[in-house]
């Protein structure tokens, strides 16, 4: 299956995309989690896109299709890949038909996640990742490790995202509305998109997701 994940930040869809990703059997690929392996390993790409995303900005189309692109053509994702976080503006959903056409395959699925405003802001500040792999992801109150500060897949260090203060929350979330919302429209025009609410549980959201998938 080729699916795409949307929905504002901290709707919780790297969440579900390591849930739905090992259901379905395809690999999960984020391009937030690009990125901040780039920012860590401390590569040209990592350096080019870190002033953006402190700044709640999306990272500009010449560097993240093509690094899109390139993982979208990775061994694993032949037969097929969640995509979270890709596309987010509407030049990005064009150039993935393009990517997907040269390929002679499509879209299966945009799973839409819906949470309000104020839930969002409660999940993101209280959003702990760990330093090893930002894909492992906890909430200091609603899905705590085991133990305080430490991941519960690899033992790394948790800590709080750069771009999870206040003020660049609220400009992730101008951009969301303005520049993502609208792939929301194109991919409805083509009968692709399915929506749930992502209130809930993690465990309730992934078993509704799944249905919404199978139909
Ligand atoms: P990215 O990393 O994609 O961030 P985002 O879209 O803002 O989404 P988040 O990672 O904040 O949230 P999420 O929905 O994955 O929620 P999570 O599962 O963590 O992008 C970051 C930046 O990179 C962008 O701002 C941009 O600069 C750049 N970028 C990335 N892609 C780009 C692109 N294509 N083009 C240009 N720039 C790009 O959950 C949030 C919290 O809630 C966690 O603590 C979790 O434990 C908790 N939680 C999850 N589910 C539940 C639940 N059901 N109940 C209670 N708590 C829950
Ligand atoms: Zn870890």
Do not use: W
């Not at 519960?152 to 400009?171: A, F, H, N, W």
Request: with cysteine.
């Amino acid at each position: 299956m080729r699916i795409v994940l949307v929905g504002p930040p901290g709707a919780g869809k790297g969440t579900q995309a390591a849930y739905l990703a090992k259901n379905l059997d395809i690999p999960h690929i984020s391009t937030g989690d690009l990125f901040r392996a780039n920012i860590s390993q401390g590569t040209a790409l990592g350096v080019e896109a870190q002033s953006y995303m402190k700044a709640g900005q999306l990272v500009p189309d010449s560097v993240t299709i093509g690094m899109a692109q390139d993982r979208m053509e990775q061994p694993d994702a032949v037969n097929g890949f969640l995509l979270d976080g890709f596309p987010r503006n509407l030049a990005q959903a064009e150039a993935l038909d393009e990517i997907l056409k040269e390929g002679g395959v499509q879209l299966d699925a945009v799973l839409d996640l819906e949470v309000p405003e104020d839930e969002v802001v409660k999940r993101i500040a209280g959003r702990r990742i760990c330093r090893n792999d930002s894909s492992h992801v906890f909430h200091a109150i609603y899905n705590a490790p085991a133990v305080e500060g430490v991941c519960d897949v690899c033992g790394g260090e948790l800590y709080q995202r750069e771009d999870d203060s206040e003020e660049t929350v609220r400009k992730r979330l101008e951009v969301y509305h303005t520049e993502t919302e609208p792939i929301i429209d194109y991919y409805r025009a083509q009968g692709l998109v399915v929506t749930i609410s992502a209130l809930g549980k993690v465990d309730e959201v992934t078993a509704k997701a799944m249905d919404a998938l199978k139909k």
